[in-house]
């Protein structure tokens, strides 16, 4: 089956600085990677997502890479605020023509205004 | 649009009993459900899959007979928790895809907390 690793695990950043996480996934079959943030005890947000035929996707300050080759993807948070704090989950689809995603284990992310 | 709304929010039960939770998709109508269970600072494990009108799919190691899953309609699914012990205490989150053969986006509901006394 499909297997997501995410990291860091933690990261702390200054306000207006950039944050990046980034996660590998196991099966080359997988097409579809979406980004959640998720704040304490709140329902995971989907905030960006890429499909397999697309390298780059971008929305204001978010910001989302694929490398198939290396199998990985990236999320980049520009000019960060204190309210992008939050835990932030990866997601694979389980191969192609599943609606199944895996997740990563979550990145925290702490904006030190 | 994209909603999708969970009830209870909250259940406190007694061991042995069995609790019901709910999973509405309020603007769309959702052909696949996914129930997924998340203990406090992990990430979200899936436990099972449901698509209206049909049996739902579980992930290994998760008891079917424990943990029923209905999907009766395009807008609603249920899990039922049954016989709860205090091991299944947890945060139980839904989310719907909506129909269309293209459709990915899974949009997740507020989750409900079981604490099983």
């Known amino acids: 089956g499909e297997n997501v690793e995410q990291h860091p695990s933690t990261l702390s950043v200054q306000e207006g600085d950039s944050a990046v996480i980034k996660c590998t996934y196991s099966?080359?079959?997988?097409?579809?990677f979406p980004w959640y943030k998720q704040e304490l005890g709140k329902r995971p947000q989907l905030i960006i997502d890429?499909?397999?035929?697309?390298g780059e996707k971008k929305d204001q300050r978010i910001a989302v890479t694929l490398n198939k080759t290396a199998k990985h993807f990236s999320l980049h948070i520009t000019e960060t605020q204190p309210e992008d704090s939050a835990v932030y989950f990866c997601?694979?689809?389980?191969?192609?023509?599943?609606?199944?995603?895996?997740f990563g284990k979550g990145t925290k992310l702490s904006v030190i205004p | 649009g994209a909603v999708v709304s969970q009830h209870p929010s909250w259940v406190i039960c007694k061991s042995g009993t069995s609790v019901k939770i709910e999973c509405r998709s309020l603007?769309?109508?959702?052909?696949?459900m996914f129930w997924y269970r998340q203990f406090p600072k992990q990430s979200l494990m899936l436990m099972a899959t449901?698509?209206?009108?049909?049996?739902?799919?579980?992930e290994q190691g998760v008891e079917k007979d424990k943990f029923l899953i209905n999907h009766a309609s395009l807008t609603l699914s249920t899990l039922t928790v049954t016989s709860a012990h205090p091991e299944d205490s947890s945060f139980y989150i839904c989310?719907?895809?909506?129909?269309?053969?293209?459709?990915?986006?899974?949009?997740f509901g507020p989750g409900t907390r079981l604490t099983v006394t």
């Open positions: 997601a694979a689809s389980l191969g192609a023509g599943s609606y199944q995603l895996t």
């Open positions: 099966d080359s079959a997988s097409n579809y």
């Open positions: 890429i499909r397999s035929n697309v």
């Open positions: 989310s719907a895809r909506g129909s269309g053969g293209l459709t990915y986006e899974q949009y």
């Open positions: 449901s698509n209206e009108g049909s049996k739902a799919t579980y």
């Open positions: 603007d769309f109508q959702a052909t696949t």
